[in-house]
């Protein structure tokens, strides 16, 4: 069995924020617009009162569909943009925002049309209001498909300059990430390690698939960037800043939302980070046409439909892994520790090759780290917790628990 980690020191910890910090300056200080950063991101209550002064938050819960283009730009290309990143958000006016991820392989089929097509290909076909249109229908769960109240569309572009324009992204990468496309122009060499990501160091980590040429790895890192970007646009440096951003970026920005009504939805979801919570819509095993696996996709269709706003208190300890027996192991080893834990299935190209354990702060850290202890293995990080729970076991390849 893999001994945890060993925790850090914290003069390791001390030394990277300095790092940070000079990086941050220097690169705000070599890339023209970029907001400079006067510090990076410290304790919660230390970001609130820059986040409150954003705007008034909304009067009532808002849904906004999150789109993000492959494309270096929104302008019409040829061939036409694919939908890489697909996010249905629930914004709460106390704070909280709920998440479902639709990957974009998912098939559908349109009326009047008999093959199926990947939901990555609508948007070429018929913009974001058909792209609305099929999630709605997705996420109907039976009843009266619901539109969002509104969207947001970005380029790649587009993101790229966001990342600049705020100094950059503290971030984790788990491991080397190496690629090269001659033919598309494309080479990725991202080391391993804490490291401070640029633009187009952030743009190359989301455009890597992997060895097995799937969207599972691109799909997880998506989710892993949710967490350290709102900490990063709640940062008391880059907060005061967001509604000159704002302005500057409005021509990358393909949006039915007015200035002022941004500022209200940012306001409310950066309140506390630790509140964004994300489910995934599972797809079915067929993978020559990935179609929306009902069965697994109801009980959380139907937790999106209750609109309850996240809680920073939930006992309850989710289990996510690939193979049923070695997943109901793990929860038959946290409940006999005390925990109370319960098993849910992931696809099977989310696999990850160590384990995670993810958890908010306060608390859910202890928690997290009684699952550690009990499982005898995980590496603990700050991450987007599914609907209801307060500890998320992401079970990896070292997850052996027939192996002595």
Do not use: C
């Not at 705007?55 to 999150?66: E, H, I, K, N």
């Not at 743009?203 to 350290?228: A, I, N, S, T, Y």
């Not at 700050?382 to 992401?394: C, D, H, I, K, Y």
């Amino acid at each position: 069995m893999v001994p945890p980690k060993p925790p850090r020191f914290a003069t390791a910890r001390l030394l990277w924020r300095l790092g940070m910090v000079a990086i941050g300056i220097f690169l705000g200080s070599s890339l023209g617009g970029v907001l400079v950063p006067q510090k990076t991101a410290g304790p919660l209550e230390d970001l609130r009162p820059a986040i409150s002064r954003l705007a008034d938050p909304p009067g009532r819960p808002q849904t906004v569909l999150l789109l993000g283009l492959d494309g270096s730009q929104l302008k019409s290309q040829t061939p036409p943009a694919q939908v890489q990143l697909l996010l249905m958000a629930r914004v709460h006016p106390g704070g909280g925002v709920e998440i479902i991820q639709i990957p974009t392989e998912l098939s559908v089929l349109l009326p009047g049309q008999k093959q199926l097509q990947p939901i990555l290909n609508l948007y070429g076909q018929g913009g974001v209001a058909l792209v609305a249109d099929v999630v709605a229908q997705l996420m109907a769960n039976g009843g009266e498909p619901v539109p969002p109240d509104r969207y947001l569309l970005l380029s790649r572009g587009g993101l790229r300059e966001v990342i600049n324009r705020i100094g950059g992204l503290p971030f984790d990468i788990e491991t080397p990430l190496r690629y090269q496309d001659k033919a598309g122009k494309l080479k990725i060499e991202l080391d391993a390690g804490q490291q401070w990501l640029g633009g187009k160091e952030l743009e190359q980590f989301l455009q890597f698939k992997g060895p097995d040429k799937g969207d599972g790895g691109r799909r997880q890192r998506q989710q892993q960037l949710l967490l350290p970007l709102a900490d990063r646009l709640a940062d008391a440096a880059v907060a005061p800043q967001l509604p000159a951003l704002l302005s500057q970026m409005r021509a990358q920005l393909n949006t039915n939302l007015g200035h002022g009504e941004l500022l209200s939805l940012l306001a409310a979801g950066l309140k506390d980070p630790d509140l964004i919570q994300l489910s995934r819509l599972p797809l079915s095993g067929d993978q020559a046409a990935r179609r929306l696996d009902q069965i697994r996709a109801e009980p959380l269709l139907e937790l999106w439909h209750q609109a309850q706003a996240p809680s920073a208190n939930n006992p309850q300890v989710n289990v996510e892994g690939i193979k049923p027996i070695s997943t109901n192991t793990a929860v038959e080893r946290l409940q006999g520790a005390g925990l109370a834990a319960q098993a849910s299935f992931l696809d099977a190209e989310l696999m990850r090759p160590r384990t995670v354990i993810l958890h908010g702060n306060g608390n859910n850290l202890k928690q997290a780290q009684a699952v550690r202890k009990a499982l005898g293995l995980g590496e603990l990080q700050r991450g987007p917790l599914s609907p209801g729970a307060g500890v998320q076991v992401l079970l990896g390849k070292d997850w052996q628990p027939s192996k002595p």
